[in-house]
């Protein structure tokens, strides 16, 4: 009898109350940079793992925890990815993931914030991230902007490299 109540149960969740676990292959980041106040550098870094959690009739209860493996930068070009990986950037041997654990998950009109922790390398900083949630494709988008320096990435000036990363595109596909 227990076993047919946790199957109806089981099987009468509502849509908008799911768990899952991201698709790695799918999932990805975009970001650009400034260089020499000249020109922008574009990249991706993918990788990406974890779990999110949304409940919209209960947004307090939703989460989200994901992980990017920095050794997937890709700038389009070698020699400067090879060079990110390293210490005085992202120091990979030491500090392989990025991180971003939310605290909470806000939602107004159709559209979420995620409030939470990011860490780059030793370093947390709270963020904000806007997303919104397809429910077709199953997949969360979102961007932000945050300031390299704050995470020890890079050099502390700002003319060879920028300060301020934009987060073009967090692509973040779900498993159906």
């Known amino acids: 009898m227990r076993l047919i109540y946790l199957l109806t149960l089981f099987l009468t969740i509502p ?12 999932s990805l980041v975009e970001f650009k940079i400034s260089n ?7 990249g991706t870094i993918s990788g ?40 005085d950037f992202f120091d990979i041997e030491n500090f392989p993931n990025i991180c971003f654990t ?33 429910s077709e494709s199953n997949e969360i988008i979102g961007n932000f902007s945050i300031k390299r320096t704050d995470f020890g990435v890079g050099p502390k000036g700002g003319f060879m490299v920028g300060k301020t990363v934009e987060i073009t595109k967090v692509l973040c596909k779900l498993k159906s």
């Open 102 to 134: 939310s605290k909470t998950i806000e939602k107004f009109n159709g559209k979420f914030i995620a409030k939470g922790i990011l860490q780059i390398k030793n370093r947390k900083k709270e963020v904000e991230i806007p997303f919104t949630f397809n």
């Open 48 to 87: 990406m793992t974890g779990e999110v959690f949304l409940d919209e009739k209960n947004i307090e209860n939703s989460r989200i925890n994901i992980c990017l493996e920095v050794a997937t930068i890709q700038t389009k070009n070698k020699g400067r990815d090879k060079h990110l990986k390293k210490e």
């Open 36 to 42: 020499m106040g000249i020109n922008s550098v574009k």
């Open 15 to 26: 849509n908008f109350l799911f768990s899952q676990n991201v698709v790695t292959e799918e």
